[in-house]
Antibody, heavy 119, light 108 residues
Framework: EVQLVQSGAEVKKPGESLKISCKGSGYSFSTSWIGWVRQMSGKGLEWMGIIYPADSDLRYSRSIQGQVTISADKSISTAYLQWSSLKASDTAIYYC????????????WGQGTPVTVSS | SYVLTQPPSVSVAPGQTAGITCGGNNIGYKRVHWFQQKSGLAPVLVVHDDSDRPSGIPERFSGSNSGNTATLTITRVEAGDEADYYCQVWDSSSDHVVFGGGTKLTVL
């Protein structure tokens, strides 16, 4: 079974750093794209960016670029989303997703990682 | 950047047909995918590549795409179809995934 399993919920203070993870299984992790999608409370889906683990080819949403870093370690089939300095506005659920190609549909979603940033 | 426009809400009585639209400039030239998200859960793909259904999705879910509008149609609507629905495309000009704003389907 193709699965994406994400790390657990996080509660952080403004200014702290954070790295959440997404581990793929049941398929060739290196040769599918992994993306990240943000969903703020009561709001819609917002695409953040995507990475191809085989060569770390990256695309970022223009609105997100510079605010987060997307990376992947193909040796352990895991993708990451990290912040160097969190803001309260980063409070959201973050989903990792899989696409076989950039043009193809998102066929697998992780369970979501809730991140709360509050002083 | 490419924009997808969905109505915020659609209401339908059980057993009737619901149509959820997704508007975008020449969207008919793009592949459109649709997701269903029930409260508190991750989204689930219900239609891909305009009109294809993943395995396990009922035939009541169908899609079409032409001109400037794509449509998700749900026939014989059931209470369990109540959810938020999102359309999505890949915008090749910006190398971005684009989501519509979402439509809340209410079953009366």
């Amino acid at each position: 079974e193709v699965q994406l399993v994400q790390s657990g919920a996080e509660v952080k203070k403004p200014g702290e750093s954070l790295k959440i993870s997404c581990k793929g299984s049941g398929y060739s992790f290196s040769t599918s794209w992994i993306g990240w999608v943000r969903q703020m409370s009561g709001k819609g889906l917002e695409w953040m960016g995507i990475i191809y683990p085989a060569d770390s080819d990256l695309r970022y949403s223009r609105s997100i670029q510079g605010q987060v870093t997307i990376s992947a370690d193909k040796s352990i089939s895991t993708a990451y989303l990290q912040w160097s300095s969190l803001k309260a506005s980063d409070t959201a659920i973050y989903y990792c997703v899989r696409q076989e190609t950039t043009l193809s549909f998102i066929d697998v979603w992780g369970q979501g990682t809730p991140v709360t940033v509050s002083s | 950047s490419y924009v997808l426009t969905q109505p915020p809400s659609v209401s339908v009585a059980p057993g009737q047909t619901a149509g959820i639209t997704c508007g975008g400039n020449n969207i008919g030239y793009k592949r459109v995918h649709w997701f269903q998200q029930k409260s508190g859960l991750a989204p689930v793909l219900v239609v891909h590549d305009d009109s294809d259904r993943p395995s396990g999705i009922p035939e009541r879910f169908s899609g079409s795409n032409s001109g400037n509008t794509a449509t998700l149609t749900i026939t014989r609507v059931e209470a369990g179809d109540e959810a938020d629905y999102y359309c999505q495309v890949w915008d090749s000009s910006s190398d971005h995934v684009v989501f519509g704003g979402g439509t809340k389907l209410t079953v009366l």
